[in-house]
């Protein structure tokens, strides 16, 4: 089992632009997590999906913000529109329905 | 609602000597508590779990419900201890997610 994958590792965006990030969850996880970690700042919380739904994205900001994770395929973050207080690591985390089990994270930077 | 805070920011000790990191969280239900620990821009490794009272790499930690604490410990630190620690809660609601607190930066001196 490869562990959660996530891609890309780091991803430089321009304002405006909007950034996409990949997380495929370990095998056999119907649950996958995103959480970002800005610089000097611990984890926070900001979606929980399953399989083509949405639990729980209290903590998603209200705008620009999507994620999905369809039958098929990765579960994606989309930024749209980025600006420099984007610029942060997120962090993609899987689980069977317990332990949750987290990816290496992504490096967004907003120039 | 829940939260957990790690007072420390940062926290120094030389080889040898013991460490501890602080944790204290906030929740009226039966939390789980977690130590993850972040080793320098990797992902997050589960350390250990109260529900499961091990010992991995030394460390130990122990769920005080009257004190609302969860500190991590370990007796004689080594320098590849040196890592931020992430205390964390999952409550009993809907969803399954963590509350992490802001984290702890460990340097373990030579």
């Known amino acids: 089992n490869a562990g959660v994958m996530q891609n890309p590792r780091h991803l430089v965006r321009r304002r405006g632009q909007e950034a996409r990030l990949r997380c495929s969850p370990m095998?056999?996880?119907?649950?996958v997590y995103w959480y970002r970690q800005l610089p000097e700042e611990g984890l926070k919380f900001m979606v929980y999906?399953?399989?083509?739904?949405?639990?729980?994205e209290s903590g998603m900001p209200k705008e620009r913000f999507s994620a999905e994770f369809p039958k098929e395929g990765p579960s994606i973050l989309r930024i749209q529109q980025v600006v420099r207080g984007d610029s942060a690591a997120y962090f993609c985390?899987?689980?069977?329905?317990?332990?949750?089990?987290f990816g290496e994270g992504s490096w967004l930077t907003v120039v | 609602a829940q939260r957990v805070t790690q007072p420390e920011k940062l926290l120094s000790v030389f080889k040898g000597a013991p460490v501890e990191l602080k944790c204290n969280y906030s929740?009226?239900?039966?939390?789980?508590l977690f130590w993850y620990v972040q080793y320098s821009r990797q992902r997050l490794q589960l350390l250990l779990r109260h529900i499961s009272r091990e010992s991995i790499k030394g460390f130990t930690a122990d769920l005080n419900k009257g004190e609302t604490s969860f500190h991590l410990k370990k007796p004689f630190a080594q320098e590849e201890d040196s890592a931020m620690y992430y205390c964390a809660l999952r409550w009993d609601g809907s969803a399954r997610q963590l509350t992490f607190g802001s984290g702890t930066q460990l340097t373990v001196l030579p």
């Open positions: 095998k056999g996880h119907s649950h």
């Open positions: 999906l399953q399989k083509e739904n949405i639990i729980d």
């Open positions: 929740y009226s239900g039966s939390p789980e």
């Open positions: 985390a899987s689980s069977p329905g317990n332990t949750i089990y």
